[in-house]
């Protein structure tokens, strides 16, 4: 049977059964992943990747306690599934791929974490942490102490007791517009939480909370929409992104996911299908109002000569940051814009220029630019150097010189 064949029996399989979850506890299941550290890498490190060769996979070994408190604390390395795991299915913040090792995702500077309506940056769930085997209570330095493990591995970390709720409900809704036609008045809209840009067009996703528990007909119309959207991914080996515009897709498959959601189900309603494999990404990090700006006044992703390449893909997520422990962005409540860039897999010299030519200039004319660390990073680029004086400014330790 050929790859094509099999990729189609797993896109029924996730269409009946859901989507699935790994069994194996690793950091990482699929191949092409981005590296975590090295000295938990399970097979053949170091290991020179190519894109089309697999990389390794790194194991989650650790321990996980609740404690009387309600606090989650964890010994070594998890991954997000682990904990889901130890609470017992309860809904919980989690990233789109519970694959991801809590560990890694505290390195990144910006990580964001999604409960059914709300979205959130997974710093401002941490109480305590441990690096090289002290433990330290959160305080203004813990980017500085996190941020790529520039201090030390991570050994172990305590997340308050809200970043787990009692199942809720929420209702997911879309607009869709012609590049030329977006409606910058939604982009003022509370309920607002995702935002897709491919080549032809442009859709806005809504989410709201909701008293009404969906029924058995929503139910099950939710868990095969939701399989449906992936399977799309599903049905297409990575190899393939280069010759079919699958990114581009991503936001018109979204439409059909429409209703009631529960967050025991569903805790974050954009999952990263577990065959992903091997893409280059980046996101990048900036305050919504300068996202807005840079939409209408310099029209990014909307007019020609700032269009989404074909092949590529934009996914924004809104974030409501308290700026309690991440005071990167400001003290107090502020809104925030996690932007995915998606391409395939080496394609990477065509994404850096579209990230240094397209987008950095438009955003960085309005408000401050920064990047997720845990994501592909444009060489020799101005974007860097705008996202290390971001984190400079809230008390990250640079310890080097961007003239030398």
């Known amino acids: 049977m050929n790859q094509m064949f099999l990729n189609v029996c797993q896109c029924i399989w996730m269409l009946w059964f859901g989507i699935p979850t790994s069994a194996e506890r690793l950091c990482r299941v699929k191949s092409g992943r981005p590296n975590h550290q090295s000295s938990l890498w399970q097979t053949d490190f170091p290991y020179i990747s190519s894109t089309i060769a697999p990389s390794p996979e790194a194991l989650c070994e650790g321990s996980i306690a609740v404690k009387s408190d309600g606090r989650i604390c964890i010994n070594g390395r998890v991954n997000y599934a682990q904990i889901v795991d130890a609470i017992r299915g309860e809904p919980m913040y989690q990233p789109a791929a519970q694959t991801i090792s809590i560990n890694g995702h505290l390195t990144s500077g910006s990580a964001n974490v999604v409960l059914g309506a709300s979205t959130r940056y997974l710093y401002e769930f941490v109480t305590s942490y441990n690096v090289n085997g002290v433990w330290y209570e959160v305080t203004d330095g813990i980017v500085d102490d996190l941020l790529v493990a520039s ?49 032809f067009n442009s859709v806005a996703e809504f989410h709201k909370s909701t008293e009404v528990e969906p029924g058995f007909i929503e139910y099950t119309k939710s868990r095969l929409i939701m399989g449906f959207t992936n399977a799309i991914v599903y049905a297409f080996p990575t190899s393939l992104y280069g010759v079919i515009p699958v990114f581009a897709l991503t936001g018109t498959s979204r439409l059909i996911v429409q209703g009631t959601f529960s967050t025991k189900d569903f805790p974050n309603p954009f999952l990263a299908p ?29 007019t020609d000569n700032n269009k989404v390449p074909l092949y590529f893909n934009v996914v924004i997520k809104k974030i409501e940051a308290d700026g309690i422990n991440y005071k990167c962005w400001g003290e107090g409540k502020t809104t925030m814009a996690a932007m995915d860039i998606e391409a395939p897999a080496g394609w990477g010299d065509k994404m850096d220029e579209f990230v240094n030519d397209i987008i950095y200039p438009a955003l ?33 330790e640079l310890g080097l010189d961007l003239d030398d």
């Open 364 to 396: 960085s004319k309005h408000g401050p630019v920064a990047l997720h660390f845990g994501k592909r990073i444009p060489p020799n680029s101005d974007i860097i150097a705008s996202a290390l004086d971001v984190y400079g400014s809230c008390g990250v």
């Open 274 to 302: 577990d065959n992903l494999g091997g893409i280059e990404g980046v996101q990048i990090d900036t305050p919504w109002e300068t996202l807005k700006k840079a939409i209408q006044d310099e029209g990014l992703f909307t």
């Open 151 to 199: 201090r030390g591995t991570i050994d172990g970390v305590c997340l308050d007791p809200s970043i787990r709720g009692e199942e809720s409900y929420y209702t997911i809704t879309h607009n869709k517009y012609s590049l030329s036609g977006v409606n910058y008045s939604d982009l003022d809209r509370e309920d607002l939480a995702l935002l897709f840009f491919g080549r």
